[in-house]
């Protein structure tokens, strides 16, 4: 075979010969994807014996261009070959190795952590407060240390009204009617307060904390909450605060629920009311019920027209706008829907009971 080579140098087909014979043991030592790479720039780049034949390819003698030309392509074919091998062989090595890495045992038993929920008490509260919502009723809020003014003289309470005594109401500050500062014994006075502040029409539900020297048994806790309610528009009547009441039973308490209003007193409502709702549980069917012990009424709430006394103080004329208030004991209701004979349950933290109500 002719060869415009000098006679001492080999021929580009050993050169190539000599570098596919040495590729396996180059490649095999590389261990890494970095190394293969650089093991393949080193046989197959620019600066190769393969490279260097491939761009000498025009230079050659026309005869021996098809024996150079078969070498590189075979020379090039079987490098690839090992090259490919070699960096499958070492990309499944790296793949192995992380999956042992990232291993876990998912038979094992979890930590679970317990789900807490809300107690019953904000419970009661969040779905009264829905359906007043939903009957359009904005929600208000007030502060619970709180003027005697608003607890009581706003309220059309007179100075001589027995619950002033500081054996009803807990005081922060008594003495000086002027400046007496107490624990609120009830929501009503957000009734004023939001007054004061809105012009009519009203529409408000105040749920919150409430105070009494009540001392603690099944059906009294010194510390409470109470949900208020207030309309004031310019025809509010007696038969809206009814109509009213009866669709908060229904949603509350079960769509066959029917209301009564029993006459009651209060010094900021005239007339003043107290509803039963029928008693969901026995109909008035069983002297044993536990729910109304056989009455068919369960006593639930106070309520009555706004008292034009109580629209004076803040301003409104009772000539041209008129409203209807009630006031519900959250503890009072849920212990009626619940059947829960005893409030302090809501307070005892004991676990058993509040996972009743999830
Ligand atoms: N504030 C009254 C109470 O605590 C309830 C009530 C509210 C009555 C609004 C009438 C109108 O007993």
């Known amino acids: 075979m002719g060869s415009n080579l000098p006679r001492h140098m080999s021929s580009p087909v050993e050169e190539l010969e000599a570098v596919v014979s040495e590729a396996p043991a180059r490649i095999d030592g590389a261990t890494s994807v970095d190394e293969i790479d650089e093991v393949e720039a080193q046989l197959l780049g620019k600066d190769s014996t393969l490279g260097r034949v491939r761009r000498s390819m025009g230079s050659l003698d026309p005869e021996d261009r098809p024996v150079v030309g078969a070498a590189l392509q075979k020379a090039t074919a079987e490098i690839n070959d090992l090259l490919a091998s070699k960096r499958a062989g070492i990309e499944a090595a790296a793949e192995k190795a992380r999956l042992e890495a990232e291993w876990i045992d998912v038979t094992l038993e979890s930590v679970s952590l317990p789900q807490g929920s809300l107690h019953l008490i904000q419970q009661t509260i969040d779905e009264v407060v829905d359906i007043f919502v939903g009957l359009g009723y904005q929600v208000a809020a007030g502060p619970e240390a709180e003027l005697a003014y608003y607890n009581f003289d706003a ?20 003495g000086d009617p002027a400046d007496e500062v107490l624990l609120r014994a009830h929501t009503s006075p957000v009734q004023v307060r939001w ?13 919150g904390k409430a105070y009494r020297t009540d001392t603690i048994d099944a059906t009294h806790l010194p510390v409470f909450h109470q949900i208020e309610g207030l309309a004031v528009d310019d025809d509010i009547q007696f038969s809206d605060l009814k109509g009213t009441l009866l669709q908060f039973a229904r ?6 629920t029917t209301v009564r209003l029993r006459p ?5 409502t005239e007339p003043s009311a107290e509803l039963d709702i029928s008693c969901f549980n026995c109909d008035g069917n069983d002297l044993d019920c536990r729910v109304c012990s056989g ?7 106070g309520c009555g027209m706004v008292d034009p006394n109580v629209l004076e103080a803040v301003g409104y004329d009772p000539g041209s706008v008129s409203g209807f208030a009630f006031g519900m004991g959250v503890e009072r209701i849920a212990q009626v829907r619940h059947g829960i004979s005893d409030m302090r349950t809501y307070i005892d933290n004991d676990i058993r009971f509040l996972r009743q109500f999830p």
């Open 155 to 174: 309220l059309n309470t007179p100075a001589t009204h027995p619950s002033r005594l500081e054996s009803d109401t807990m005081y922060l500050d008594f």
């Open 195 to 207: 007054m004061e502040n809105h012009e009519p029409p009203v529409y408000i539900v105040v749920p």
């Open 264 to 268: 009651h007193f209060f010094p900021f």
């Open 251 to 256: 949603e509350y308490f079960g769509p066959e």
């Open 295 to 301: 009455a068919g009424w369960v006593e639930l709430l």
